[in-house]
């Protein structure tokens, strides 16, 4: 009785994913030949965990991922996390269990993966991490990481603050810091436990905390949301009234829902208050350029070209690399931005 059960619940299962593989394209015959460069793609499945849908910077490294399945004629299981740790977890047992060739995930936070990602080598699928890192003793439990250098992108905002505070200090522009004579520094973090927010923040502390210049008033966490963004962003305004110089945001989405909080109490974002923000989503580069964000530093989602190349090199036995990181730049008031193309996310 079990084992029917058992049967019937992995047969319903299959043919979910099998539907969802269907409905997201790339589901294919066996073998593909690839117009362009006539690339066998041999028909892979790769079980992808998303971690969840929390900002433009998440749908558009969704998008990626499903896009460039498509091109490469591979069938992609993706499974949305919403946030939780144990359901992603969850999903990578299932695509476990449906053998999957490939598992593709990037994880929320840094702890807790070392169980699951054992059971994936025990059963021979290798795993490439995307986007995000976790912290692992045993480093041969997943095969590759492709993703943005978080550290960077903290040592990138720190360096634009450090440019633009020979200008503030220069026309002595707040009335705060004549007071105390530092430039004061609200954060907004990411998702606690996360790589993006450990290493942003330590990439911004590294060269901040040692630059007598500077004070720093609070850290918070808002989660990579935009509402959350927008709740510490009015906390802080309360406890720090007039005190604040600078807003570092992890995320433009947080970004986005704190300058909504500054204009409904009258502050000129990117002017009482200089603001730099992490990810690069077209609606922070627009308001970049309208002067009300003063520096975006680039995190790039669109990963998933560079994800497919790597499950095939990893799957046909060629060398591949073990880390990739993605070019990226820094957007500031200082530079023409004309030219710059759509965002895409
Ligand atoms: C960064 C990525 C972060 C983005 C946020 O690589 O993990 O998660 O900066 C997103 O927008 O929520």
């Not at 440019?163 to 430039?183: L, R, T």
């Not at 309360?238 to 570092?248: H, R």
């Not at 109490?265 to 970049?288: M, R």
């Amino acid at each position: 009785m079990r084992k029917q059960k058992f049967r019937k619940s992995r047969a319903v299962f299959i043919s979910v994913c099998l539907l969802l593989c269907f409905l997201l394209g790339g589901c294919g015959s066996a073998k593909k030949e690839d117009a362009e460069s006539g690339r066998e793609s041999a028909g892979l499945v790769i079980g992808f965990s998303q971690l969840g849908s929390e900002s433009a910077w998440r749908l558009g490294n969704t998008a990626s991922m499903e896009n460039a399945a498509r091109e490469h004629g591979i069938s992609l299981v993706v499974n949305n996390g919403m946030q939780k740790q144990e359901n992603q977890i969850a999903a990578i047992r299932s695509f476990i269990a449906y053998q999957v060739d490939v598992i593709v995930f990037a994880p929320i936070v840094e702890e807790g993966w070392a169980n699951v990602l054992q059971e994936a080598k025990e059963a021979g699928i290798p795993v490439i991490m995307m986007d995000r890192l976790i912290n692992i003793k045993d480093s041969d439990l997943y095969d590759a990481y492709i993703g943005p250098d978080h550290y960077l992108e903290g040592v990138n905002a720190a360096r634009f603050l450090m440019k633009k505070a020979e200008e503030m200090q220069a026309a002595n522009d707040s009335a705060a810091e004549e007071e105390s004579g530092k430039i004061r520094i609200a954060e907004l973090s990411g998702t606690e436990g996360s790589s993006p927010m450990i290493s942003r923040y330590k990439g911004f502390h590294d060269l901040i905390d040692n630059d007598d210049r500077f004070e720093i008033l609070e850290t918070v966490s808002g989660d990579f949301l935009r509402s959350k963004g927008r709740e510490c962003m009015r906390s802080l305004l309360k406890k720090y009234p007039g005190q604040i110089d600078v807003l570092y945001s992890h995320n433009d989405a947080m970004t986005l829902g704190a300058i909504e909080v500054m204009e409904e109490q009258g502050i000129e974002p990117g002017k009482d208050i200089v603001i730099i923000s992490v990810d690069g989503e077209q609606a922070a580069v627009d308001l970049l350029k309208e002067g009300k964000i003063n520096c975006v530093v680039e995190c790039s989602p669109m990963l998933g070209d560079a994800v497919m190349d790597l499950a095939e090199k990893i799957v046909s036995g060629q060398d591949y690399p073990r880390v990739t990181h993605p070019a990226e730049g820094c957007f500031t008031e200082y530079d023409d931005l004309s030219s710059l193309a759509p965002r895409g996310y």
